[in-house]
């Protein structure tokens, strides 16, 4: 259905946002979320605003992971002013995405009943929307929130975490608990199983050994059979 497939691409481009090399992360996760999010449209209408979003992470991964590698190989230099404007474009591509999967998957669980874990999708989209404002309000540069933010720098930092841990959570309860009726009719191979499967041979059909023997002939039909070869013998 798409569901675990979501959960993997929503780890790379969240976990690993403090890791050196997110950039890469952030593409792949971004290309994994597209291919699950191809599988779940058809299941809750409001996937198709993930899927918007998803292409505009998609880009803007893209983007970052050429930058940073040629950065990190010495091709350019870098430079500060687009790499803050990147960063803002970023994160702000990456709430709306984490928003649209949260509703999306708010939706679908309510669709199947489950009105419990779909409620759960929407106190996740707040939790997460204040995470994002305290970060917004730690990078603003005023002085009179100078004495605010070493005080709080630790603690939006830890929101942020517990935020990102809460979606995980919630994505993989999505995963464990949400079972659509038929849903051995509704997978769709990906675009990888699709591109692989063109590449390899197509198996042989196996000829027949010796050709089929005859169906028996009934006893009436069999002396008849005999009696015209014997006519035919005799002329």
Same mark, same amino acid.
């Given at each position: 259905?798409?569901?675990? !497939?979501?959960?993997?691409?929503? !780890?790379?481009?969240?976990?690993?946002?403090?890791?050196?090399?997110? /950039?890469?992360?952030?593409?792949?996760?971004?290309?994994?979320?597209?291919?699950?999010?191809?599988?779940?449209?058809?299941?809750?209408?409001?996937?198709?605003?993930?899927?918007?979003?998803? $292409?505009?992470?998609?880009?803007?991964?893209?983007?970052?992971?050429?930058?940073?590698?040629?950065?990190?190989?010495?091709?350019?230099?870098?430079?500060?002013? /687009? &790499?803050?404007? *990147?960063?803002?474009?970023?994160?702000?591509?990456?709430?709306?995405?984490?928003?649209?999967?949260?509703?999306?998957?708010?939706?679908?669980?309510?669709?199947?009943?489950?009105?419990?874990?779909?409620?759960?999708?929407?106190?996740?989209?707040?939790?997460?929307?204040?995470? $994002?404002? /305290?970060?917004?309000?730690?990078?603003?540069?005023?002085?009179?929130?100078?004495?605010?933010?070493?005080?709080?720098?630790?603690?939006?930092?830890?929101?942020?975490?517990?935020? !990102?841990?809460?979606?995980? !959570? $919630?994505?993989?309860?999505?995963?464990?608990?949400?079972?659509?009726?038929?849903?051995?009719?509704?997978?769709?191979?990906?675009?990888?199983?699709? /591109?692989?499967?063109?590449?390899?041979?197509? @198996?042989?059909?196996?000829?027949?050994?010796?050709? @089929? &023997?005859?169906?028996?002939?009934?006893?009436?039909?069999?002396?008849? *059979?005999?009696?015209?070869? &014997?006519?035919?013998? &005799?002329?």
């Amino acid at each position: 259905m798409g569901l675990g !497939v979501l959960f993997i691409g929503y !780890v790379l481009t969240s976990v690993f946002t403090l890791a050196p090399t997110y /950039f890469l992360t952030d593409l792949i996760g971004s290309f994994v979320i597209f291919e699950a999010v191809g599988k779940l449209r058809r299941h809750a209408e409001r996937f198709r605003y993930a899927a918007a979003a998803v $292409y505009a992470m998609f880009c803007v991964s893209a983007v970052q992971c050429v930058y940073y590698t040629l950065k990190y190989i010495g091709i350019v230099e870098g430079f500060e002013i /687009f &790499e803050n404007i *990147l960063e803002v474009v970023r994160l702000a591509v990456m709430y709306a995405l984490t928003a649209a999967i949260l509703l999306s998957l708010s939706q679908l669980s309510e669709s199947v009943g489950d009105k419990k874990l779909a409620d759960k999708g929407v106190r996740n989209v707040w939790i997460f929307s204040v995470s $994002y404002v /305290f970060m917004i309000v730690l990078s603003l540069d005023f002085d009179f929130l100078d004495e605010f933010i070493a005080a709080f720098t630790a603690f939006g930092f830890l929101f942020r975490i517990l935020a !990102v841990l809460l979606n995980c !959570v $919630y994505l993989y309860s999505c995963y464990m608990w949400i079972c659509l009726a038929g849903d051995h009719d509704m997978s769709r191979q990906s675009a990888l199983d699709r /591109f692989f499967g063109k590449l390899m041979p197509k @198996p042989k059909k196996k000829e027949p050994d010796s050709e @089929p &023997e005859p169906a028996p002939i009934p006893g009436k039909k069999k002396k008849k *059979l005999l009696k015209a070869k &014997e006519n035919e013998k &005799e002329d």
